[in-house]
Nanobody, 116 residues
Framework: QVQLVESGGGLVQAGGSLRLSCAAS????????MGWYRQAPGTQRELVAL???????NYADSVKGRFTISRDNAKNTVYLQMNSLKPEDTAVYYC??????????WGQGTQVTVSS
């Protein structure tokens, strides 16, 4: 059974930094893409950043230049370095892993709160 274990959320002041981590385990094959989505109260879940096993990345326009996604393929772990955080980055952040054979899996979510 696939599990995604997230860590690294918390409370930070505007302009600060946080680093999220997510480790995937239990799949027969490694995920072909891993990424982070976020959902603020009253809004839809949105893509923050995605990285493929080949290293291709995709970012939401709102985080370009501030957030960096990276991946350790050997550990099936994805990281999100978040710098210059803004109050509008406040949300629950969800790790996502996409598998060719078994589809999408989600982590339990980790709260990121940025105070002004």
């Amino acid at each position: 059974q696939v599990q995604l274990v997230e860590s690294g959320g918390g409370l930070v002041q505007a302009g600060g930094s946080l680093r999220l981590s997510c480790a995937a385990s239990g799949g027969i094959f490694s995920p072909y893409a891993m990424g982070w989505y976020r959902q603020a109260p009253g809004t839809q879940r949105e893509l923050v950043a995605l990285v493929t096993s080949g290293g291709n990345t995709n970012y939401a326009d709102s985080v370009k230049g501030r957030f960096t996604i990276s991946r350790d393929n050997a550990k099936n772990t994805v990281y999100l370095q978040m710098n210059s955080l803004k109050p509008e980055d406040t949300a629950v952040y969800y790790c996502n892993a996409k598998f060719t054979d078994i589809g999408n899996y989600w982590g339990q979510g980790t709260q990121v709160t940025v105070s002004s």
